[in-house]
């Protein structure tokens, strides 16, 4: 039988609190929540290790720092509702299930937005909700939204997300070139929005009206 705690348990020591991470609500989420169910089938072995993974379809589940520091990025205290675009695996969702109060994610891809949606059932995580659309145009029927977390890369910050962060508010997105993002955190409060970089990172692309409209294949 595979140790799958203690496989949880080096993943944060030494790939997320060694990195700097200190957020103890973001690790002890990170410690509980099965990343191995997320994973395709048959890679469950490598869910753990200190990389992204494929999942199908030509995307794929961050690598595990790269969602601590996202999530840390956040400041939940549990009360937000937040709006994640790009489910995927439905991973991050689950994370920010267990750290906020509801969370709204959009994902392209009927078929990953499914498996997402019964991974998280399973879980038993039900204060997430899915739907398959295009998450640069936001999800407005929810809106304001505490927190937005775009988990592909953006040429450029999609206007209806700065419309739909209320205020105060954080919204977290990689912005640069396909091959290469900043991680980019914008801040609302009283009116006026604040932005800073917190370093590179690899995403697959954000598809669609707001993002990058035509992907060279
Ligand atoms: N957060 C995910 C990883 C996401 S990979 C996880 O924890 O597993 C990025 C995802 O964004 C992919 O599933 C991709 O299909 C999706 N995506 C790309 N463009 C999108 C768009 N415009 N709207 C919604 N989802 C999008």
Known sequence: MTDWESLRRSMVDLQIAARGISDMRVLDTMLEVPRHLFVGRGMEASAYGD??????????????????????????????KVLEIGTGSGYQAAILSKLADRVFSVERIESLAKRARHTLETL????????????TIGWKEFAPYDRILVTAGSPAVPTSLIEQLADPGILVIPVGSMAMQQLRIIE???????????????????LGKDGWEHRAR
């Open 124 to 135: 038993g995580l039900l204060n997430v909700s899915i739907v398959v659309g295009d998450g």
């Open 188 to 206: 609302k409060r009283d009116g006026v929005v604040k932005e800073h970089d917190e370093g590179g990172c690899t995403f697959v692309p954000l």
């Open 51 to 80: 990389h992204a993974l494929p999942i199908g379809e030509e995307q794929t589940i961050s690598q595990p720092y790269m969602v601590a520091i996202m999530t840390a990025a956040l400041h939940l205290t549990g009360e937000e």
